[in-house]
Protein backbone atom coordinates (compact mmCIF):
# COMPACT_ATOMS: atom_id res chain seq x y z
CA UNK A 1 0.00 0.00 0.00
CA UNK A 2 1.14 3.55 -0.57
CA UNK A 3 2.49 5.87 2.29
CA UNK A 4 4.21 8.52 3.46
CA UNK A 5 6.02 8.81 6.21
CA UNK A 6 7.14 11.76 9.16
CA UNK A 7 9.22 9.95 11.34
CA UNK A 8 9.80 12.94 13.48
CA UNK A 9 6.34 14.00 15.36
CA UNK A 10 8.02 16.73 17.26
CA UNK A 11 11.43 18.67 16.41
CA UNK A 12 12.89 21.28 18.35
CA UNK A 13 15.86 23.98 17.06
CA UNK A 14 17.17 27.10 17.94
CA UNK A 15 16.78 30.14 15.78
CA UNK A 16 19.49 30.43 13.44
CA UNK A 17 19.85 26.91 13.34
CA UNK A 18 19.51 24.83 10.08
CA UNK A 19 16.86 22.31 9.94
CA UNK A 20 15.90 18.81 7.90
CA UNK A 21 12.63 17.48 8.44
CA UNK A 22 12.50 14.06 7.23
CA UNK A 23 9.71 12.85 4.42
CA UNK A 24 9.62 8.76 3.08
CA UNK A 25 7.19 7.20 0.62
CA UNK A 26 6.46 4.14 -0.64
CA UNK A 27 5.08 3.78 -3.97
CA UNK A 28 5.62 1.83 -6.97
CA UNK A 29 7.02 4.57 -9.21
CA UNK A 30 8.35 8.21 -8.50
CA UNK A 31 5.36 10.15 -7.38
CA UNK A 32 4.85 13.83 -7.54
CA UNK A 33 6.27 15.09 -4.18
CA UNK A 34 4.87 18.36 -1.78
CA UNK A 35 5.45 20.05 1.48
CA UNK A 36 2.90 22.15 3.09
CA UNK A 37 3.36 24.23 6.28
CA UNK A 38 0.27 25.02 8.47
CA UNK A 39 0.86 28.13 10.67
CA UNK A 40 -1.69 27.74 13.75
CA UNK A 41 -5.14 28.87 13.26
CA UNK A 42 -4.07 29.15 8.75
CA UNK A 43 -4.55 26.49 6.03
CA UNK A 44 -2.37 24.48 4.77
CA UNK A 45 0.50 26.48 2.28
CA UNK A 46 2.56 24.95 -0.72
CA UNK A 47 5.72 25.63 0.22
CA UNK A 48 7.59 23.46 -2.94
CA UNK A 49 6.53 20.83 -4.96
CA UNK A 50 8.98 17.96 -7.02
CA UNK A 51 7.51 16.97 -10.35
CA UNK A 52 10.51 16.03 -12.71
CA UNK A 53 13.57 17.41 -13.54
CA UNK A 54 16.37 18.93 -10.83
CA UNK A 55 15.82 16.94 -7.73
CA UNK A 56 17.06 19.61 -5.29
CA UNK A 57 13.87 22.45 -5.09
CA UNK A 58 13.77 25.14 -3.88
CA UNK A 59 10.50 27.03 -1.98
CA UNK A 60 9.56 29.48 0.04
CA UNK A 61 10.59 30.86 2.55
CA UNK A 62 13.65 29.73 2.23
CA UNK A 63 13.09 26.33 1.74
CA UNK A 64 14.47 23.52 -0.09
CA UNK A 65 14.10 20.28 -0.53
CA UNK A 66 15.73 17.05 -2.29
CA UNK A 67 14.57 14.30 -4.01
CA UNK A 68 16.49 11.28 -3.81
CA UNK A 69 15.19 8.59 -5.58
CA UNK A 70 17.39 5.70 -3.53
CA UNK A 71 16.17 6.16 -0.68
CA UNK A 72 12.29 7.20 -1.29
CA UNK A 73 13.11 10.23 0.49
CA UNK A 74 12.50 14.11 -0.01
CA UNK A 75 13.74 15.74 2.89
CA UNK A 76 12.63 19.49 3.82
CA UNK A 77 15.57 21.79 4.40
CA UNK A 78 16.31 25.59 6.02
CA UNK A 79 19.76 27.00 6.92
CA UNK A 80 18.62 29.30 9.50
CA UNK A 81 15.47 28.73 10.89
CA UNK A 82 13.35 31.77 11.85
CA UNK A 83 10.80 32.08 14.73
CA UNK A 84 7.99 32.50 12.55
CA UNK A 85 8.94 28.88 11.26
CA UNK A 86 7.44 27.40 14.15
CA UNK A 87 4.76 25.75 12.60
CA UNK A 88 3.13 22.25 11.39
CA UNK A 89 4.91 20.61 8.05
CA UNK A 90 3.26 18.00 5.88
CA UNK A 91 5.06 16.01 4.12
CA UNK A 92 2.30 14.87 0.97
CA UNK A 93 2.83 12.54 -2.00
CA UNK A 94 0.47 12.11 -5.32
CA UNK A 95 0.69 9.15 -7.51
CA UNK A 96 1.52 9.15 -10.86
CA UNK A 97 -1.76 9.22 -12.58
CA UNK A 98 -3.89 10.46 -9.72
CA UNK A 99 -4.47 14.00 -8.60
CA UNK A 100 -5.22 12.98 -4.43
CA UNK A 101 -2.22 13.66 -2.21
CA UNK A 102 -1.74 11.10 0.51
CA UNK A 103 -0.52 12.82 3.45
CA UNK A 104 1.87 12.38 6.25
CA UNK A 105 1.22 12.81 9.83
CA UNK A 106 2.84 15.59 9.87
CA UNK A 107 6.22 17.44 12.10
CA UNK A 108 5.62 19.64 14.79
CA UNK A 109 8.12 22.31 14.58
CA UNK A 110 9.18 24.20 17.96
CA UNK A 111 12.06 27.12 17.51
CA UNK A 112 13.57 28.64 20.79
CA UNK A 113 14.67 31.99 20.58
CA UNK B 1 -3.84 36.93 -3.09
CA UNK B 2 -6.98 35.15 -3.29
CA UNK B 3 -7.33 32.57 -0.87
CA UNK B 4 -9.73 29.53 0.19
CA UNK B 5 -12.35 30.83 3.33
CA UNK B 6 -14.21 28.57 5.27
CA UNK B 7 -17.06 29.19 7.72
CA UNK B 8 -17.32 28.36 10.68
CA UNK B 9 -14.08 28.48 12.25
CA UNK B 10 -15.54 26.23 14.97
CA UNK B 11 -18.86 24.65 14.99
CA UNK B 12 -19.85 22.54 18.33
CA UNK B 13 -22.53 19.94 17.93
CA UNK B 14 -24.54 17.55 19.25
CA UNK B 15 -24.19 13.65 18.36
CA UNK B 16 -27.13 12.89 15.67
CA UNK B 17 -27.62 16.69 14.26
CA UNK B 18 -26.90 17.85 10.70
CA UNK B 19 -23.91 20.39 10.09
CA UNK B 20 -22.81 22.26 7.18
CA UNK B 21 -19.34 23.43 6.64
CA UNK B 22 -18.93 26.08 4.22
CA UNK B 23 -15.78 26.93 1.82
CA UNK B 24 -15.31 30.00 -0.59
CA UNK B 25 -13.47 28.82 -3.67
CA UNK B 26 -10.76 30.76 -5.30
CA UNK B 27 -13.07 32.46 -8.13
CA UNK B 28 -11.42 30.99 -11.18
CA UNK B 29 -10.95 27.48 -9.46
CA UNK B 30 -12.83 24.61 -11.14
CA UNK B 31 -11.53 21.08 -8.89
CA UNK B 32 -12.69 21.30 -5.35
CA UNK B 33 -12.12 18.94 -2.12
CA UNK B 34 -12.68 17.91 0.84
CA UNK B 35 -10.37 16.53 4.00
CA UNK B 36 -9.92 15.98 7.22
CA UNK B 37 -7.91 15.45 9.92
CA UNK B 38 -8.70 13.94 13.31
CA UNK B 39 -6.74 15.09 15.81
CA UNK B 40 -3.06 14.01 15.79
CA UNK B 41 -3.85 11.70 12.74
CA UNK B 42 -3.00 12.57 9.22
CA UNK B 43 -5.04 14.44 7.05
CA UNK B 44 -7.31 12.37 5.08
CA UNK B 45 -9.02 12.78 1.90
CA UNK B 46 -12.50 12.51 1.68
CA UNK B 47 -14.40 13.51 -1.60
CA UNK B 48 -13.17 15.85 -4.75
CA UNK B 49 -16.14 17.99 -6.70
CA UNK B 50 -15.81 18.73 -10.46
CA UNK B 51 -18.37 20.29 -13.15
CA UNK B 52 -20.91 20.52 -10.27
CA UNK B 53 -20.53 16.15 -9.51
CA UNK B 54 -18.31 13.82 -7.22
CA UNK B 55 -15.43 12.84 -9.12
CA UNK B 56 -13.35 10.45 -6.48
CA UNK B 57 -14.27 10.06 -3.27
CA UNK B 58 -12.97 7.80 0.16
CA UNK B 59 -14.15 5.03 1.97
CA UNK B 60 -14.58 7.91 4.59
CA UNK B 61 -17.35 9.39 2.69
CA UNK B 62 -20.39 7.43 3.17
CA UNK B 63 -23.70 7.81 2.61
CA UNK B 64 -23.98 10.40 5.83
CA UNK B 65 -21.75 12.79 3.89
CA UNK B 66 -22.38 15.30 0.70
CA UNK B 67 -21.15 17.77 -0.97
CA UNK B 68 -22.99 20.39 -3.44
CA UNK B 69 -22.21 23.69 -4.65
CA UNK B 70 -25.65 25.25 -3.99
CA UNK B 71 -25.31 28.85 -5.42
CA UNK B 72 -22.47 28.42 -8.04
CA UNK B 73 -19.74 30.32 -5.65
CA UNK B 74 -19.97 28.60 -2.48
CA UNK B 75 -18.97 24.84 -2.03
CA UNK B 76 -20.74 22.88 1.12
CA UNK B 77 -19.82 19.84 3.28
CA UNK B 78 -23.13 18.12 4.70
CA UNK B 79 -23.31 15.81 7.46
CA UNK B 80 -26.12 14.58 8.16
CA UNK B 81 -26.25 12.67 11.18
CA UNK B 82 -22.86 13.63 13.69
CA UNK B 83 -21.40 11.01 14.99
CA UNK B 84 -18.58 11.24 18.06
CA UNK B 85 -16.01 10.34 15.55
CA UNK B 86 -16.84 12.90 13.06
CA UNK B 87 -15.20 15.71 15.70
CA UNK B 88 -11.82 17.01 13.22
CA UNK B 89 -10.54 19.98 11.22
CA UNK B 90 -12.01 19.86 8.26
CA UNK B 91 -10.40 21.41 5.16
CA UNK B 92 -11.67 22.73 2.07
CA UNK B 93 -9.19 22.84 -1.30
CA UNK B 94 -9.72 24.23 -4.68
CA UNK B 95 -7.67 24.17 -7.96
CA UNK B 96 -7.10 24.91 -11.33
CA UNK B 97 -7.56 22.46 -14.16
CA UNK B 98 -4.80 20.35 -14.80
CA UNK B 99 -2.83 21.62 -11.74
CA UNK B 100 -1.87 18.79 -9.29
CA UNK B 101 -1.46 22.28 -6.55
CA UNK B 102 -4.02 22.95 -4.38
CA UNK B 103 -4.97 25.73 -2.12
CA UNK B 104 -6.51 25.18 1.49
CA UNK B 105 -8.62 26.99 3.43
CA UNK B 106 -7.98 27.43 7.32
CA UNK B 107 -10.19 24.83 8.05
CA UNK B 108 -13.20 24.11 10.38
CA UNK B 109 -13.12 22.43 13.64
CA UNK B 110 -16.09 20.10 14.06
CA UNK B 111 -16.80 19.12 17.67
CA UNK B 112 -19.52 16.46 17.94
CA UNK B 113 -20.85 15.96 21.80
Known amino acids: AQSVTQPDIHITVSEGASLELRCNYS??????LFWYVQSPGQGLQLLLK??????LVQGIKGFEAEFKRSQSSFNLRKPSVHWSDAAEYFC???????????FGRGTSLIVHP | EPEVTQTPSHQVTQMGQEVILRCVPISNHLYFYWYRQILGQKVEFLVSFYNNEISEKSEIFDDQFSVERPDGSNFTLKIRSTKLEDSAMYFCATGLAGSLEQYFGPGTRLTVT
Open chain 1, 27 to 32: YGATPY
Open chain 1, 92 to 102: AVVASGSYIPT
Open chain 1, 50 to 55: YFSGDT
